[in-house]
């Protein structure tokens, strides 16, 4: 198994364009995750989802928009990227709320 | 609003001591915690976890104290090795499938 699987690895944007980080879990776990990590910090929660067709916002959800079509995928898609989306973002999945979850490699996202 | 929180956010310790990482939550409906260890340039990566109706769990060379009393979360790592070098974090859960982490406690560990 690959586990959890994102890309791009890094990325530069500049002001204002768009782009979406892909997600992929090979694990058939239901629960899926985003957070964003700025440096020294811990993790803030963007969006999750507990199954197909379902999403609901976290702690920072504001210019970011997600979707759940498929069991294995969860994109993140940032609309008008600004300099404060300069972040490292990791995508997680879990068999439930209660046991672990598996964390993807990050992707490292620069806005100039 | 509620949050997980750690005591300290470095600790050094000499190679073959014994570390111990404090974190403190304040969600008194938390029911389910988790130890995640975060090496340099990667993903956080699961410890050990321990529900709300156990007070102790172990596992290799780690172990988590749970305190309801005071909502005190503790990761005790035995022989400490160079390897364990990294940042670890606590999370807490709730219900609505949601994981709240804290800052996370940088261990330095010295040959």
């Known amino acids: 198994n690959a586990g959890v699987t994102q890309t791009p690895k890094f990325r530069i944007l500049k002001i204002g364009q768009s782009m979406t980080l892909q997600c992929t879990q090979d694990m058939n776990h239901n629960y899926m995750y985003w957070y964003r990590q700025d440096p020294g910090m811990g993790l803030k929660l963007i969006y999750y989802s507990v199954g197909a067709g379902i999403t609901d916002k976290g702690e920072v959800p504001n210019g970011y928009n997600v979707s759940r079509s498929t069991t294995e995928d969860f994109p993140l898609r940032l609309e008008l990227a600004a300099p404060s989306q300069t972040s490292v973002y990791f995508c997680?999945?879990?068999?439930?709320?209660?046991?672990?979850?598996?964390f993807g490699p990050g992707t490292r996202l620069t806005v100039t | 609003g509620e949050s997980v929180g750690l005591h300290l956010p470095t600790l050094s310790v000499q190679e073959g001591d014994n570390s111990i990482i404090n974190c403190a939550y304040s969600?008194?409906?938390?029911?389910?915690f988790i130890w995640y260890k975060q090496e340099s340039g990667k993903g956080p990566q699961f410890i050990i976890d321990?529900?709300?109706?156990?007070d102790k769990r172990q596992g290799q060379r780690v172990t988590v104290l749970l305190n309801k009393t005071v909502k005190h979360l503790s990761l005790q790592i035995a022989a400490t090795q160079p390897g364990d070098s990294a940042v670890y974090f606590c999370a807490e859960n709730t219900n609505a499938g949601k994981s709240t982490f804290g800052d996370g406690t940088t261990l330095t560990v010295k040959p």
């Open positions: 969600n008194s409906a938390s029911d389910y």
């Open positions: 321990i529900r709300s109706n156990m």
């Open positions: 997680a999945s879990s068999y439930s709320d209660r046991y672990e979850q598996y």
